[in-house]
């Protein structure tokens, strides 16, 4: 994965985020990944990491999730343990 993107949006529940971040965890250049911001847009069953990030209002709203990706907003995010925070 090349480090140029503005975002990683992922449009799943949260298998697919959850192998993502596997996947950045494995990158060569695993702190600045990780920098870059993940997006999820919930379209799985249960979708408890887009409720976390973006409450119970927005936590199931796909409409409100990919406008949020659009607008640039960012929510509050998580801590990954062993990522290094500048």
């Given amino acids: 994965m090349k480090l140029g993107y503005d ?3 992922v449009v799943s529940g949260d298998g697919l985020i959850h192998e993502v971040l596997n996947g ?3 990158h060569e250049h695993r702190d600045q990944a990780f920098c870059i911001p993940i997006a999820p ?3 799985g069953s249960g979708n408890g990491m887009s409720l976390n990030l973006l409450g ?3 936590g199931l709203d796909v409409c409100a999730a990919a406008l949020n990706v659009l607008k640039g907003v960012f929510c ?3 801590y990954i343990p062993g990522v290094v925070e500048d």
């Fill in 7 to 9: 975002a990683l949006v």
């Fill in 24 to 26: 950045i965890d494995q």
């Fill in 41 to 43: 847009i919930p379209t």
């Fill in 56 to 58: 119970l209002q927005d």
């Fill in 76 to 78: 509050r995010s998580f």
